[in-house]
């Protein structure tokens, strides 16, 4: 994993994180009886966009009461059941008399069996198991605030009635959107008198009572007696004898049911509207519940064996059995992947959850299956539950008995479990069971599992859950394929219902929100979208016609079709754009956004009005866009949100994972060209870290500066070309409250690029050594990757040994338990390859081949011998092409890994350096088989300007004569090319300098003219702004070259060099910088000069024109004369002057100049000086005085 990829790697899926949790303040909990339970309760939802069916439904079945309410629509598209003052006391009125009824039955001694006991009996565990749970549990939360959920309440979970347990939970439910004070504040008094489970704890305890006093026999259990409060076509399920056991179940179950119930119809005909939040949190409190549902099932099945005639197996019972099997599943697959996922969202350790778990389990051994030994693990589970639902189907098949026939919910509860699995056949299983379900439905008898693979037998007809389970089981997967095959999915499932008009199977919002996420997940924005316009266009069509028609929301015919796209909805949209990496991301992500507002602003669609989550992801698309202003856009984004939560809007409260979107957006552009101007990214960034610092003190907002944070400016600083970029990020890790490796390595990254190389490497020696210390005390980790931080530190260093310590440390992996693999020896080889050390790198690369023979993980990759290319290539031996050739057949010759550019590349560069004669017609023969092999399909091979530049320098370096031609030849092709439509064969700069290099070293007549025809095509370029080279100086400076080598005259010469010179001056004065005039122009027009043939004119006009450009550079404010000027000046002074008092006042002045001039004086300068003027030279080289005549250049140059 490369060092960005650590920083971000808890970031790289923030908003399906961010989303998980966004259901929470949101859910709409059904009135309808707490009953069996479906695929939804277990696994994600993705959506909690509300059924446009019941925001219309006037009329709602209450199974508490069997009565008949009216439900409101409001403007945000919430449910509202009112509960007046009279409900109320009604409520609390009849929990008194249960709570008189109960403590009286159970202080009872020698309970005489009588119909008057018989009854009380049956009446308080009616009500306990059922009627208590609708009006006081806080899970449901009617009596605090209508049907949304109380998250108040679910947070208070554990801190009552934990006495029967003897236990603290030590898990949390943490809420990811900030509570609305009137809506959520929940009965204080309701929580004084029971806590979640104290309905089905007193339930429970009037069933161990009635079992102690042998009441089962009489009729407790038959409800026919009650009168049935479910309305469903299976009236023989609504009298089930296990109905009570099962709602003890379903309330204990309630916490590993976080967000509600299911979100689609089921066989018992009645609805859930609501959806299970998709943050599942696996924590001490899910373990208790599943502990003490497990001991309640494990009652029931004892009742079944003990009171046959009473209890008996029936469809609700194996529904029961199979709903605790698979939240354990569920349980088990967190505390499996915890270790192995990060971000796991498993709240405590999970070995300390699975001894929890065991722990609450030793009393009662045989509370799950006797001598069931898989019991605590994954595969285990869902093995035993296929068990169950063989049996329970071997027992309906033999005896055809109604009682048992196999419910949708079987295989819900089945499919449920392998989806929410990490297993690898989680997929072809969820599918054999839907295949086997619809095959049910087509011909009611089904397929027999052993005429095909591919398909379960079943015996229940599929409907919206069961595809929702195999939809959530594509979505967890990130690929495009298995997100089109969702899409696919439900696309078929539109038509059945079109087709049938079956309402079980008709999309809801889950079916929508889970295809959304899957897309999201993928990157495809554009199919998002367009489910998203889709169902936007059925929303509008509906309301249009409500506001024409006040009857048509009356209408189950129009409000049955009918999904409102929610908030999640949009956010997953978003999210799409996000992970698109699309050029137009930003743009459309924030058009989205910008709609979003309107809906809300008009109430249209008043329920999107965008929080931190729209808000972060939109920031996230700006930030990727690579750009300035995009990431600029994204903290306007995070200002504007801090703006607006001070001005009361809590949905979008900031937070910090809304401030690390913005710090990536620094981070994508630091040390990027064009962008980060002067280092300047990883200073806003630092800056915007600050201000997380500085809000910390709003409590309201509760912001930290985590290690995330601090991680991304670190890196902001370790891409930056900032000279103090080390010292920066080694300041900032002292500041970061709990560093960890990817802090260390950010700023060991930062120390490669320090010019100092002694001064780094000691600098990152001693920071290596810091984090082996933290490792020896248990405080750090240390992996692979920081080794190969390390190890470039010391490949990339200017130390002659970098490359011997490089390979020592890795020799040192082993020891310290580290597997080495490509990675670990390409840095060696690279190291070895900057020093030209051909051989070591060879040998590294020959050892790496042979460890592969055994480790195929360790198999060389294609940089790996690239490297060894362009060690080659540096290394100037005399075989050098010829290796360099037979490490590229070899590589054509795997099959393990393909050619690509920079192999090609680094050949052509080995040719250029070492070629001989040949050489030019070597490198454009490789270029020509690239063009072949990119034409035959090879995509990795693609001549780049880079290669072309490189054979237009091969031919510019050769001594060939046609190596002008060939080059000139070669640069035309390149142009014609992109004419015809190759856009990615541009002539950039430097293959316009190669070519004009190529012509001044020709020597020829043409060779001006035609160095100046290029350098004209280049301005034109500029001017007409095509994508060609562009003029700069050291095209310019070929020019002045082709002009000193040429046959022209003195004064010709001259002419031509100060047209060049001129046309420099006259480009940086239009704000073309590069062309701008440097010290080797002025270096080159002196050589020029020096050596001016001709008459005296001729010599007097270069001298003149030396003198000038001499006297430019002295006075000039942005640079000074270098020794190649003072030496090419002395050239100047010894062949166009005479010998005399001018010659030597001037070569007198020049030298003290030089002297003065910070001592520029090297060899040449002394050599030239003395064949200026011996006199001189000797005169003052003798002296030993210090020299501080500075100012007498400037009169000397007016006298000659």
């Known amino acids: 994993m490369s060092r960005y990829c650590q920083v971000c790697r808890s970031l790289s899926s923030w908003s399906q994180r961010r989303l998980l949790g966004q259901a929470a303040s949101s859910i709409k909990v059904s009135s309808s009886l707490h009953r069996g339970i479906s695929v939804m309760d277990i696994m994600p939802a993705v959506n909690t966009s509300i059924h446009i069916s019941s925001l219309c439904r006037q009329r709602r079945t209450l199974s508490s009461s069997g009565q008949q309410t009216t439900s409101k629509l409001n403007i945000k598209g919430n449910v509202v059941q009112p509960i007046s003052e009279a409900q109320r006391r009604a409520a609390q009125l009849e929990l008194d008399r249960m709570n008189e009824s109960t403590s009286r039955l159970l202080h009872m001694t020698d309970v005489p069996v009588s119909d008057s006991i018989v009854n009380e009996t049956r009446v308080a ?166 502990a003490d549902a497990t001991r309640v099932m494990k009652k029931m099945k004892q009742l079944h064996s003990t009171n046959p005639d009473q209890l008996f197996p029936d469809t609700l019972s194996i529904v029961t059995e199979l709903n605790v099997w698979s939240k354990r599943a569920i349980l088990l697959s967190e505390i499996q992947s915890k270790d192995s996922v990060a971000g796991s969202n498993v709240g405590s350790n999970s070995s300390n959850l699975l001894e929890l778990l065991k722990t609450l389990e030793q009393d009662d051994e045989d509370s799950i299956s006797v001598g069931y030994d898989n019991k605590y693990t994954l595969q285990g589970c869902l093995d035993h539950m296929e068990i169950i ?48 379900m619809e095959k049910y439905a087509e011909t009611e008898v089904g397929v027999d599992s052993s005429t095909d693979s591919d398909i379960r037998r079943c015996w229940a007809k599929p409907n919206t859950i069961t595809y929702n389970g195999v939809l959530f089981s594509l979505a967890r997967d990130q690929g495009r394929g298995r997100a089109k095959v969702a899409q696919e999915m439900l696309n078929s499932m539109k038509e059945r219902y079109q087709q049938t008009k079956d309402e079980s199977i008709r999309p809801d919002d889950v079916s929508y929100g889970t295809v959304l996420h899957a897309l999201a997940q993928a990157g495809m924005a554009q199919e998002a979208e367009s489910i998203l316009d889709s169902l936007e266009d059925d929303y509008n069509a509906f309301i249009d016609q409500s506001e024409s028609d006040e009857q048509s929301l009356m209408s189950e015919s129009v409000v049955e079709s009918v999904v409102v796209p929610g908030l999640t909805i949009y956010n997953s949209v978003l999210n799409a754009w996000a992970n698109s990496f699309q050029r137009n991301a930003a743009e459309r992500s924030e058009s989205l956004l910008n709609r979003m507002k309107v809906l809300h602003q008009t109430g249209r669609n008043s329920g999107v009005d965008p929080d931190m989550i729209s808000l972060s992801t939109v920031m996230k698309c700006h930030s990727q866009s690579k750009s300035k202003e995009g990431t600029e856009r994204a903290e306007e984004l995070l200002n504007q949100a801090i703006a607006m939560y001070h001005q009361g809007n809590w949905k979008v409260k900031p937070d910090s994972i809304m401030f690390n979107c913005a710090l990536l957006g620094w981070a994508s552009i630091s040390g990027v060209e064009g962008q980060d101007q002067g280092g300047m990214a990883a200073e806003r960034a630092e800056l915007l870290l600050h201000k997380m610092k500085c809000l910390r003190e709003d409590s309201s907002l509760d912001i930290h500066q985590d290690t995330q944070s601090f991680n991304i400016v670190l890196d902001c600083w370790a891409k930056s ?26 700023v060991l990254h930062a120390m490669t690029k320090q010019t100092t190389g002694t001064e780094m490497v000691t600098s990152a020696e001693a920071l290596f050594e810091e984090m082996k210390g933290l490792k020896e005390k248990k405080h750090l980790s240390i992996s692979e990757i920081t080794f190969h931080v390390m190890m470039n530190v010391y490949g990339k260093s200017r130390n002659v040994d970098g490359a011997t310590r490089a390979e020592a440390l890795l020799r040192s992996m082993q020891s310290d338990g580290l597997s080495l693999n490509a990675t670990s020896y390409n840095i060696c080889i690279d190291a070895y390859a900057r020093r030209g050390d051909s051989k070591k790198a060879k040998s590294l690369l020959d050892e790496l081949i042979a460890i592969s023979e055994v480790h195929t993980e360790c198999r060389p990759t294609i940089h790996s011998f690239a490297a060894v290319v362009n060690a080659l290539a540096k290394s100037e031996a005399e075989d050098s092409v010829d290796q360099a050739q037979m490490i590229v057949r070899n590589v054509e ?48 091979v693609r001549p780049n300007p880079y290669a072309y530049s490189m054979v237009l320098t091969c031919c510019a370096r050769s001594q060939d004569k046609g190596a002008a031609e060939r080059a000139d030849r070669i640069l035309m092709n390149m142009e014609q090319m992109y004419e015809e439509g190759h856009s990615d064969v541009i002539a950039n700069d430097r293959c316009y300098s190669a070519v004009i290099t190529a012509w001044a070293r020709n020597g020829s007549v043409k060779a001006v003219q035609r160095s100046l025809d290029l350098l004209d095509r280049m301005e034109h370029n500029l001017k007409e702004d095509k994508p060609h080279g562009r003029p700069n100086a050291h095209c310019y400076n070929a020019c002045i070259h082709a002009v000193a080598k040429s046959d022209l005259s003195g004064s010709q010469k001259a002419r031509k060099c100060q047209e060049i010179l001129q046309r420099m001056i006259d480009q940086k004065e239009k704000g073309f910088h590069e062309s701008a005039p440097t010290l080797v122009t002025y270096s080159t027009i002196l050589n020029a000069c020096a050596y001016a043939n001709g008459d005296r004119n001729d010599k007097k006009e270069a001298f003149n024109l030396a003198k000038s450009c001499f006297q430019a550079l002295l006075e000039s404010k942005d640079m000074k004369p270098c020794p190649s000027c003072y030496t090419n000046f002395f050239l100047v002074i010894s062949r166009l002057l005479k010998p005399g008092e001018v010659r030597d006042m001037l070569a007198e002045a020049t030298y003290k100049e030089a002297s003065a001039d910070g001592g520029k004086i090297d060899r040449q300068v002394l050599k030239n000086f003395r064949n200026a003027s011996p006199v001189i030279a000797n005169k003052l080289l003798s002296d030993e005085e210090k020299l501080s005549a500075r100012n007498t250049l400037q009169p000397m140059m007016q006298y000659t």
Not at 164 to 170: L, Q, T, Y
Request: proline letters at 4%.
């Open 721 to 746: 070309m900032n000279p103090s970029a080390s010292e920066r990020a080694l300041k900032l890790l002292r500041e970061v409250p709990n560093p960890d490796e990817c802090s260390y390595n950010s």
């Open 125 to 290: 565990l009616n009500y306990w198991s059922r009627r208590w749970y609708m009006h006081f549990h806080p899970g449901f939360g009617r009596a605090a605030k209508g049907s949304q959920l109380s998250l108040q309440a679910l947070r208070q979970w554990d801190k009552h009635d934990n006495t029967d347990n003897n236990m603290i939970d030590v898990g949390s439910l943490t809420a990811t959107t900030e509570p609305q004070n009137e809506e959520i504040t929940t009965n204080n008094e309701q929580l004084q008198q029971g806590g979640g489970d104290h309905g089905a704890r007193q339930a429970e305890r009037l069933l161990d009572w009635s079992i102690e006093n042998k009441l089962i026999p009489h009729g407790i259990f038959d409800l026919s007696k009650e009168g049935s409060y479910i309305k469903s076509a299976d009236q023989h399920l609504a009298s089930s004898p296990n109905l009570t056991c099962a709602n003890i179940v379903q309330t204990y179950l309630l916490p590993c049911e976080f967000g509600g119930f299911g979100g689609s119809n089921d066989s018992y005909g009645f609805r859930n509207d609501a959806t299970l939040s998709k943050h599942f949190i696996a924590n001490a409190s899910y373990v208790r519940a599943l």
């Open 893 to 940: 010759e795997l099959d393990y890994v393909s050619p690509n550019s920079v192999l090609y590349n680094s050949l052509i560069d080995c040719i250029t350096k070492n070629g001989g004669l040949n050489a030019p017609s070597q490198s454009e023969d490789v270029l020509a088989k690239m063009r072949q092999m990119h034409h035959e399909g090879h995509s990795d």
């Open 389 to 436: 639902l063989a049996e329970a189907e071997n027992r309906y098949t033999s005896t055809n008995d109604d009682r048992i026939r196999p419910s949708v919910d079987w295989y819900n509860h089945v499919i449920g479990a392998w989806a929410r699995s990490d297993l690898g056949d989680a997929m072809k299983k969820t599918k054999q069971f839907l295949y086997g």
